[in-house]
């Protein structure tokens, strides 16, 4: 990962200086960099040595960091991973501009590889991941949102570019066709994992911990997994509830939500769900050779969910 640092920092450079400006305040947050992580063990675990590893792994993390820019713009953000966004800092139009700057320098990389393959896999998952975003804006204040649908939202959202971020790292290591799919389907079951998580520390974390307000995800009226199992099986009070701070993007009913959410068993319902994925997503390594890198990829399924932020 340090590696991979140093590439991110050299592959940051532009002659324009708001560019490195937002670009190195965004990334120099940190994060789990769990995506680039990914790309190295795939790659590690199926054998691969070589350098472009490190460049695929810079490459997803930049992805990613295009992402949040774009993303919190979208929901008005100001607070990620304990500190300003970057567009309460910079302002939306910079943020926007330097996310696009961040996905083209991330193509330019992926071509350095020279491998058609892995090209056409990120030019699909970018695309996927857009039109995640335009399932989760049009399901903002939706109250009949059913399960399934939330979680192609999140599979589209998140989880596609661990699903990249796994099949990559394999396909620079020359693997087998059944390997490449065993790596993207322990990917996707990864990321849906990871996201499950995400939603349920939004009712449950500690906004230190999260680095992020809590109530955040109803303060944008997104229908996320606790919420959509208590409008389904809470009592018909807390249905309502629920319902009403949704259709209204309401942070000030908050804490009544989460008394409503918590009281259901939604949290541990969908705690649960999430175990499974991860479970799911250990199942799926059966055709990788065992080693200490496969264990760290089974390690990393089960830290996905047993988290705090």
Do not use: W
Request: hydrophobic content about 45%; overall charge negative.
């Amino acid at each position: 990962m340090q590696t991979v640092d140093g590439v991110i920092r050299a592959r940051l450079h532009s002659d324009v200086v708001l560019i490195r400006q937002v670009a190195e305040y965004i990334i120099s947050a940190g994060g789990k960099r769990l995506r680039p992580i990914l790309t190295l063990l795939s790659g590690r675990a199926l054998g691969y040595r070589g350098e472009h590893l490190f460049e695929l792994a810079a490459m997803i993390e930049f992805i990613h960091t295009a992402t949040l820019l774009h993303d919190d713009v979208v929901d008005e953000s100001d607070l990620r991973r304990g500190r300003k966004t970057a567009n309460a800092l910079f302002g939306n139009a910079a943020s926007v501009l330097v996310g696009d700057f961040l996905y083209t320098r991330a193509f330019q990389m992926m071509v350095t590889t020279r491998n058609m393959t892995i090209l056409e896999v990120m030019a699909e998952a970018t695309n996927i991941i857009a039109e995640g975003e335009v399932l989760q804006l049009l399901n903002i204040g939706n109250t009949d949102v059913s399960e399934d649908e939330y979680l192609k939202v999140i599979q589209y959202k998140t989880a596609k570019l661990f699903e990249a971020a796994a099949r990559v790292g394999a396909l620079i290591a020359d693997a087998s066709a059944e390997q490449v799919r065993a790596m993207a389907d322990y990917g996707m079951y990864l990321g849906t994992a990871f996201q499950i998580i995400d939603d349920v520390l939004d009712y449950s974390g500690d906004a230190d911990t999260i680095g992020k307000s809590l109530g955040d995800d109803l303060a944008e009226g997104k229908p996320t997994l606790p919420l959509i199992y208590t409008m389904r099986n809470g009592s018909s009070e807390a249905s309502a509830l629920v319902r009403d701070a949704l259709e209204n993007a309401n942070r000030d009913r908050f804490h009544d939500v989460l008394n409503a959410v918590q009281s259901c068993g939604a949290l541990e319902y969908a705690k649960n769900e999430a175990v499974k994925m991860a479970e799911q997503a250990i199942a799926s390594l059966q055709s990788i050779p065992d080693s200490e890198v496969r264990q760290a990829l089974i390690e990393l399924a089960r830290l996905s969910v047993d988290r705090s932020a």
